[in-house]
């Protein structure tokens, strides 16, 4: 990333930017996708194999008065994460926030773990936010406003239950975090990571319901919905930077 100097901020209202999220077919993204969509920002859905929830939601946001077009890529390629920018910017126009959640998380003990599969873990997980972030971030700090949210995992600060390899990949996150904010601070431009354990309805759920809402202290999952309102209040919030904040019931710290 070329180096840029430091601009006026510009207004801080979300309404009418071009907001990309990863991830957006459903669970957390699709909530978040929701809540950005009611203030009025364009949305664009980015989706791996679920074209139709994408296009669903994208129907959804448009029916409600809104404007939303879903994208299809590969994040797990080195060019799917660039190809992608280019294809939201060229329809849509430059991307103002940048909401990285997609991710995966085949449970795994470090005896079974490949490296095929380490490797796939992080270039989705982390190659891909780095990616996206690279390509974005320079056109944010010389327009003066910017918004980033990694979206993260408890499992950066436990350890978590999936394995390794998920774990790495999302305190790769919080590292990232701190080293773009620090840099793009000074532009109009925030970058933060939340951090969200057992949510219900996301596919990425390590075990029955009923047994991990014993593991945490509010003796319950999460709701997709409460990530995207709280994503969205650090998406809204100008003086929010460098941050990771953890959305877990009560699971870290303990």
Request: proline share 5%; net charge negative; glycine share 12%.
């Amino acid at each position: 990333m070329r180096s840029v100097d430091k601009v006026e901020p510009a207004d801080d209202s979300l309404r009418g930017r071009v907001a990309l999220i990863t991830g957006a077919s459903g669970g957390i993204g699709q909530a978040i996708a929701l809540a950005l969509s009611r203030e009025a920002t364009v949305v664009a859905i980015a989706y791996g194999n679920q074209r139709q929830a994408a296009q669903n939601l994208a129907k959804q946001i448009t029916d409600s008065g809104g404007r939303a077009v879903a994208f299809g890529a590969d994040l797990g390629t080195s060019d799917g994460p660039v190809q992608l920018i280019q294809e939201v910017e060229e329809k849509l126009g430059p991307v103002e926030i940048l909401v990285s959640n997609a991710g995966i998380g085949k449970v795994c003990k470090l005896e079974e773990l490949s490296v095929e599969d380490f490797d796939h873990t992080l270039a989705v997980n982390l190659r891909a936010p780095f990616l996206l972030a690279q390509k974005v971030l320079p056109g944010m700090g010389e327009r003066g406003f910017g918004r980033v949210l990694f979206i993260s995992s408890v499992a950066a600060f436990t350890g978590g239950i999936v394995g390794p390899h998920y774990a790495s990949s999302k305190a790769g996150l919080h590292g990232l975090t701190h080293s773009l904010a620090a840099r793009f601070a000074p532009l109009g431009v925030t970058v933060n990571a939340l951090a969200p354990a057992l949510i219900a309805n996301t596919g990425m759920l390590p075990g029955e319901p009923e047994e991990l809402s014993s593991k945490i202290p509010v003796h319950r999952l999460g709701k997709p919905g409460e990530v995207g309102d709280l994503a969205l209040a650090i998406l809204s919030n100008a003086y929010i930077t460098n941050q990771v904040i953890s959305i877990d019931g009560g699971i870290y710290p303990r």
